[in-house]
């Protein structure tokens, strides 16, 4: 398990993880992530392909999560739906609607054509894999030592007394839910146009489910989910490198290494949780009303 | 408004409440949801340049036309009936089981293990291995839950990776390989059952068997052990708030293991009607996704067991029809699209409140209507 390999798988799940913590400190739960990262990581491969540059392709990607994410806001805050079966109902759309995009653009029910991927530098690593590491430093400043950061955090734990300081809660809870999208969708892009250099029907398979498992781990804060993103791609290293070492695909048993990062998951939430608190106000729908 | 009570599982509203109360009519909203969701499709497939009346005609056609279709329908939509139910009987106790397809695997994975042995009741034995499969991979998100606090939703969802690796990736390649399949990749599953383990077909010309009257009758005493009897009630008790069940003195955290016991075992006979039904032996490639379908049937069934039952059969019918989709060109996930969209729009009844509102004219309606619990209150 080398560092390389680490830098390489990080990207989708930190970002993704990123995203998940700003829509949670802002009080909206996102479940719908996995669903984010698989438009996003559509996108971008049809972005890519289409226009060329693998640049464009990325904002698509970002484009299309923030999009997905637009439909879990207007759903959740506009039309107050519990939040949870929103985001599983976004997955579900996800999951048929980018199937059939993919067959009617592409003509193929498994993969895309090979798309232009973002260029790597001599030691192998797209700009993504450093964004990775500086992205969860600014955010994590940005949340907690700047206004619009407060704002964030105060329409998560206590959504009233920020409206009656003037803050627009349900217009900074969309506003925290698109970013999510449009991180998620970055984080898809680098499964499709960083890692694999075309878009997957099977994509994003689990990572977004990942990269919450990490916002719970992390404790909801962006350092300490960027830190279980990194620690879950290690993981995920590990397994791949385990895997090859054993020859696991020759003996059949490859299943047991691809469990390994889901069961690992799992271990360390059954082991972690306990004192780790989400934001007050997670999951709890705004009504200004004040019914 | 005081403090917000903290947010999480533990949330003073049942997931239950908080998923169906504001749904002032349930069947008119999921009526509703269903309606858009079928008309939205029909604008998609317009939009992509095909003839959206005749896929709806083959759509029809492969869902009602004739005794084999409508047999296709029924197994589908007795498959997600059980997977619904599975997820509906998760929200009583006001868990969001997402893990179906997970206790689906082990339980269709039980059911052809066990459905090969030589038993003088082998067919019995397979759906009650099954159930017990499922149940025990439903046992774990519950005792995750109820003893280390970890949310049931990233737990399940998890559990269900790992049985998707672990069934497909090893077990069915590997250790349980039908023999002769040789040294190139795998596609060809388990040895096939024994024909004493298929469950009987009712019908010449139709794939309809046992499983669809035996998935009724399963949804009847679901529906029975909820809402007539003792620990049915004890279990509505815990979801509708854990702390106050537990203050009466209802043991809620063994309540809430049983009934995701319960709902992994309905998940498990599920795989098992596939098995036993149609596969007659665990295949080399099984995507089903009916698990994750039961989350859209439960949802838009509105967690009632007769809901459940009429959504599970009317996605059963979108299913069986869509494979007919691929005649004009489109691809048979079209049908989680509608799925999909369903639960998008049953998720937000008060996108629709006002719609019936005036439909039904009445302006007082809202008045009376029972006031929508929320956590502020």
Known sequence: MSLNAILDFAPPLVFAALGGVLSERAGVVNIGLEGMMRFGAFAAAAGAIFSGSPWIGLWCGALAGAAAAGAHALLSLRFRADQVVSGVALNLVALGLVTYLLQSVFGSSGVSPPAPSLPRDRFGHTALSYAALIAPLIFAFWLSRTAAGLRVRAVGEHPRAAATLGVRVLRLRAFCVLGSGALAGIGGAALSIGILGQFDARMPAGQGFMALAAVVFGKWTPLGAAGAAFFFAAADALQRQLSFSFHAADLRLDGIFLALPYALTLLVLALSIGKTKAPAADGVPYDPEGR | ?377
């Open chain 2, 1 to 377: 408004m005081p403090d917000a009570p903290p947010a999480g599982p533990d949330a003073a509203m049942s997931v239950r409440a908080r998923l169906f109360s504001p749904a002032r009519d349930p069947l008119w909203g999921a009526a509703f949801a269903v309606f858009t969701s079928l008309a939205v499709s029909f604008i998609a497939i317009a939009a992509t340049g095909r003839n959206p009346a005749l896929g709806f005609a083959y759509l029809a056609d492969g869902a009602f036309g004739g005794a084999g279709p409508l047999g296709e329908t029924a197994i589908k939509g007795a498959v997600l009936l059980l997977t619904g139910l599975s997820v509906s009987v998760a929200f009583t106790v006001g868990l969001f089981n997402i893990g179906a397809e997970g206790q689906l695997i082990w339980g269709a994975l039980a059911a052809a293990v066990v459905g090969r042995f030589d038993l003088p009741l082998v067919l019995p034995c397979a759906l009650l291995a099954a159930a017990a499969a499922g149940a025990l991979w439903g046992l774990i998100p519950a005792l995750l839950k109820v003893r280390r606090g970890v949310h049931e939703v990233i737990s399940t969802i998890l559990l269900n990776w790992i049985a998707i690796h672990l069934v497909h990736g090893w077990l069915v390649a590997g250790p349980l390989a039908a023999a002769g399949s040789g040294a190139s990749v795998s596609v060809a599953g388990t040895e096939p059952i024994r024909a004493a383990a298929f469950l009987p077909r009712l019908l010449q010309g139709s794939r309809l068997d046992l499983g669809f009257p035996l998935a009724l009758c399963i949804a009847f005493a679901v529906w029975y052990l909820l809402t007539r009897t003792h620990r049915g009630f004890e279990w509505r008790a815990t979801g509708a708030g854990l702390e106050a069940a537990e203050a009466s003195g209802i043991p809620a955290s063994r309540r809430v293991c049983e009934a995701m016991a319960l709902s992994g075992a309905l998940s498990g006979l599920a795989g098992a009607l596939l098995i036993l039904g149609t596969e007659h032996k665990y295949p080399g490639v099984f995507r089903t996704g009916y698990g994750f379908d039961g989350i859209a049937v439960a949802l838009v069934g509105g967690g009632t067991a007769a809901g459940t039952v009429f959504a599970g059969l009317f996605f059963g019918a979108i299913r069986a029809g869509a494979t007919r989709l691929q005649l004009v060109g489109i691809h048979p996930s079209f049908a989680e699209l509608i799925q999909g969209l369903a639960v998008l729009l049953v998720a937000a009844p008060r996108m629709f409140a006002p719609l019936l509102r005036r439909l039904r004219g009445a302006p007082g309606t809202a008045a009376a209507a029972p006031p929508v619990p929320t956590v502020q209150a």
